[in-house]
């Protein structure tokens, strides 16, 4: 949906926005969330409002300022500061803009900038002012894992990765990998962490899985106790093609779509 109509003007430098604006770490996990939105505006699902209020900055929630979609993508804890001889709530939020940056300013400088620059806020049609937060609430993690083996038989294998959904942290989920046979007995690097919003990440992974069947790595890991396992979740894919299909994912295409080995890429199903 093209925002050029919508209301800009010039921002000044603000200390709590310019210059804490930085390049968005791991935009790539972000960028389809924006796109989305943006395809839910056009079809008419969601629709622009004047900005509610600082009640309404909550995570998971878009907004717009000056022309710019955004997305409160964490809200920090609370800390106290004493002005005035009063004691005030402060929240650091995570702000990651549609243009690969991101912020980290306070809530309430958010709500003071959405005030002055008539931002507004994404709310599902047919759902009253108020309710920005209709059930975009994040459900998850889908990972992509590098094994850090020096197992000839694993190491050997080029593209190797492990497809995943943690409803946690994916560092909480990884912890100890080097004992665990899901993890092939070694320590693993995170390559990908994908966020997901108003999706069951285990109906994503299953999809990923069904898409990779053919190139699910055949292999049986012996764990810390002498006991057989058959790790189901890594795949010989590089890692640019599991990338395209986590986005063709969020845009619904992926189910027509299947992985061939021989030309390694996404192709029609026949």
Same mark, same amino acid.
């Given at each position: ?34 796109? =989305? ?5 056009? =079809? ?7 900005? /509610? ?26 800390? $106290? ?24 300013? $306070? ?13 507004? =806020? ?12 209709? =059930? ?6 889908? &990972? ?7 197992? /000839? ?29 899901? &993890? ?9 962490? $994908?966020?997901? &919003?108003?999706?069951? /990440? ?26 057989? &396992? ?28 299947? $992985? ?11």
């Amino acid at each position: 949906m093209d925002l050029s109509a919508l209301p800009q003007r010039k921002t000044p430098n603000a200390p709590d926005s310019v210059a804490k604006r930085m390049k968005a770490t791991g935009f790539k996990a972000f960028e389809p969330l924006f796109k =989305a939105k943006h395809a839910e505006l056009s =079809a008419g699902l969601f629709r622009l409002i004047p900005f /509610p209020g600082v009640q309404t900055i909550e995570e998971g929630n878009f907004f717009v300022l000056n022309g710019v979609m955004l997305l409160v993508a964490e809200v920090g804890d609370t800390t $106290y500061k004493s002005i005035g001889g009063k004691q005030e709530q402060k929240q650091r939020l995570r702000v990651i803009f549609e243009n690969g940056t991101e912020s980290s300013m $306070y809530r309430q400088s958010l709500s003071i900038r959405l005030h002055e620059h008539e931002g507004q =806020a994404l709310a599902r049609t047919g759902h009253d002012v108020g309710e920005v937060d209709d =059930a975009d609430k994040e459900s998850g993690h889908i &990972y992509v894992l590098r094994s850090l083996s020096d197992n /000839p038989q694993i190491a050997g294998f080029r593209d190797l990765h492990k497809i995943g959904f943690s409803t946690t942290r994916v560092e909480q989920r990884i912890a100890n990998a080097e004992k665990s046979p899901t &993890y092939l007995m070694a320590p693993v690097k995170i390559v990908e962490d $994908y966020r997901t &919003y108003n999706l069951k /990440p285990s109906a994503l992974e299953h999809l990923l899985h069904r898409v990779f069947a053919e190139v699910r790595l055949d292999i049986t890991q012996i764990d810390t106790k002498g006991r057989k &396992y058959d790790p189901s979740e890594w795949f010989v894919v590089p890692l640019k093609i599991i990338n395209q299909a986590i986005n063709m994912i969020m845009s619904g295409e992926i189910i027509n779509y299947v $992985y061939d080995r021989q030309s390694q890429r996404l192709v029609e199903r026949s």
